[in-house]
C-alpha cells in the first residue's frame, strides 16, 4: 500500500514528467512506437484479409496462422530478432507487427464476412464488380468489426511495447526496467500506472470513433446471416447465371 501511495505521490510531481527521460517526453515514444507498429500491422494484414473476407479463400490458413502468430512469446520473439538486427528499434517493431497482425488481419475478414450475403447480391445484381462490392458495400458495412481488430491490436501493443527498452530502445519501459533494476518500486508502479492510462486513452480514442460510426446510416455492422443461409445464398447467384441459358 505505502508503495502505490508513494507512486502516487511520484507521478504527481513536475520531476517526474519533465526533462529527455521524464514521462511526458516517453509517454509519446511509446505512444509513436504504437502508431509506427499499428500502420505497419495495418499496411500488411488489413488487405490480405479483406482478400480473404471478400473471396473466401485461405480462411482456414489465417485461423492458423493468426492462432499460432498469438501463441509466439514476445520476450522470446524480441530477443531472437535482436540477435539479427543488433539493439535498437528495429527488433521492437518486427515483434510488435507480428504480435498485432493477427488482431487486424481477423477484424478484417470478418468485418467483410459480417455483410450479409443478401446485400452482396443485390449489389452484384446491379452490376457492380468484385471490386467495387468491396469498396462500396462491404468495407463500409464491415467497418465497425474491422476498427475492431485495429482497436484490439493498438492495446496489445501499447501493453507490449515497454519490452522495446529490453533492447536498447526508449518508451516507458526505460523508466520500468530502471525502477525493476534499482529496486524502485514506486517507479515501477507509477509507470505501470501511465502505461494503463495510456491504453485507456487509446481505446476511449477507438470506442468513440465506432459510436460515431455507428451513427452513419449503412455503418451498423449488420449481423452476419446464418451459415446454412449464406451458403444457400452464394449457391443461387452461382446457378443463376446457368439458369439463364
Known amino acids: 500500500m505505502n508503495n502505490i501511495v508513494e507512486a502516487v505521490r511520484w507521478l504527481l510531481t513536475a520531476d517526474a514528467w ?20 499499428l500502420g505497419i500491422s495495418a499496411a500488411i494484414a488489413l488487405p ?7 473471396t473466401g479463400k485461405g480462411r482456414g490458413a489465417a485461423v492458423v496462422a493468426t492462432g499460432a502468430a498469438r ?4 520476450l522470446g520473439l524480441l530477443t531472437l530478432v535482436a540477435l539479427f538486427t543488433g539493439i535498437g528499434l528495429t527488433a521492437p517493431m518486427v515483434a510488435l507487427v507480428i504480435l498485432a497482425a493477427p488482431s487486424v488481419l481477423a477484424g478484417a475478414y470478418a468485418g467483410v464476412e459480417s455483410v450479409n450475403p443478401a446485400t452482396v447480391d443485390a449489389a452484384r445484381a ?3 464488380s468484385g471490386w467495387q462490392v468491396l469498396t462500396r458495400v462491404e468495407i463500409p458495412l464491415g467497418l465497425p468489426l474491422i476498427l ?3 482497436r484490439l491490436a493498438a492495446l496489445q501493443i ?15 519501459g526505460r523508466p520500468l526496467f530502471l525502477g525493476l533494476r534499482t529496486y524502485d518500486y514506486p517507479l515501477m508502479l507509477g509507470t505501470s500506472i501511465v502505461v494503463i492510462l495510456l491504453a ?8 468513440t470513433g465506432q459510436r460515431l460510426l455507428r451513427r452513419i446510416p449503412g455503418l451498423a455492422g449488420p449481423q452476419r446471416a446464418p451459415r446454412g443461409q449464406r451458403r444457400d445464398s452464394r449457391r443461387a447467384t452461382a446457378a443463376a447465371p446457368a439458369a439463364g441459358r
Open 126 to 128: 446491379q452490376g457492380m
Open 48 to 54: 490480405l484479409g479483406l482478400l480473404i473476407g471478400h
Open 200 to 207: 485507456i486513452l487509446v481505446d476511449a480514442v477507438f470506442g
Open 158 to 172: 501499447i501493453a507490449t511495447a515497454t519490452l522495446a527498452a529490453y533492447v536498447g530502445a526508449g518508451g516507458l
Open 148 to 150: 475492431s481488430g485495429l
Open 71 to 74: 501463441a509466439l512469446p514476445t
Open 18 to 37: 519533465s526533462g529527455t527521460g521524464g514521462l511526458w517526453v516517453r509517454s509519446m515514444e511509446h505512444l509513436g512506437y504504437t502508431l509506427i507498429a
